[in-house]
């Protein structure tokens, strides 16, 4: 599904190791709190964990072992929540701000990226 009235998102693979259905959860900046956490319960707090990266706060640098900011941040990879999914988060007003999820069961640490 696409979100906002976008075009639907296709995801293809290749690769033997994955499965057929891919669990992926589209949400929007307008997205109710609630969607949000629907569409996974840390989304609403990667999305706040993602603005400090990206603004240097200094407590969101510290608690990843970071010395400047990421501007640039777009995804986080978090492993063992036990709610793999893939979440595609979008802010028409400013791009700057999408954000994707992935949680992968088989990780043991949060990533950056």
């Not at 690769?15 to 609403?44: C, I, K, M």
């Amino acid at each position: 599904m696409g979100s906002e009235g976008t075009a639907p998102v296709v995801i293809a693979h290749e690769d033997e190791e994955l499965p057929e259905v891919v669990n992926v959860w589209a949400t929007a900046a307008s997205s109710e709190e609630r969607a949000l956490t629907q569409s996974h319960g840390l989304l609403p707090k990667a999305l706040e964990f993602a603005a400090g990266l990206r603004a240097g706060s200094p407590d969101h640098l510290r608690a990843i072992e970071l010395a400047s900011a990421l501007p640039e941040l777009h995804t986080i990879v978090i492993g063992h929540s036990h709610q793999a999914r893939i979440c595609l988060h979008r802010d028409a007003h400013d791009p700057d701000n999408n954000l994707v999820l992935v949680d992968w069961r088989g990780l043991d640490r949060v990533c950056a990226v």
